[in-house]
Nanobody, 115 residues
Framework: QVQLVESGGGSVQAGGSLRLSCAAS????????MGWYRQAPGMQRELVAI???????SYSDSVKCRFTISRDNAKNTVDLQMNSLKSEDTAVYYC?????????WGQGTQVTVSS
């Protein structure tokens, strides 16, 4: 079992920055992938950025060059630095962990970008 606690998020004007943090606890020794997804109202949950021990880092095209994912394996944390935010980045952001073949999700944190 893996427990995920997210922090950060909030409201910001377009062009601003926010930082999301996620801390994993419990059975963390076999975590391969840590990352972030988001879900806007009426939309499907989509990948934002992931850091895989086996495959490296990946970003969605919509956030490349604006968002940066960083992972600390010693602390079992994954952060998402979001710069140059746009109104279309407004969504609930979820921390995600792949532990073995099990998916774990955080509770979600709201990010609202006003234009």
């Amino acid at each position: 079992q893996v427990q995920l606690v997210e922090s950060g998020g909030g409201s910001v004007q377009a062009g601003g920055s926010l930082r999301l943090s996620c801390a994993a606890s419990g059975s963390t020794s076999s975590i391969n992938v840590m990352g972030w997804y988001r879900q806007a109202p009426g939309m499907q949950r989509e990948l934002v950025a992931i850091d895989s021990i086996s495959d490296g880092i990946s970003y969605s095209d919509s956030v490349k060059c604006r968002f940066t994912i960083s992972r600390d394996n010693a602390k079992n944390t994954v952060d998402l630095q979001m710069n140059s935010l746009k109104s279309e980045d407004t969504a609930v952001y979820y921390c995600h962990v792949l532990y073995g073949y099990m998916n774990y999700w955080g509770q979600g944190t709201q990010v609202t970008v006003s234009s």
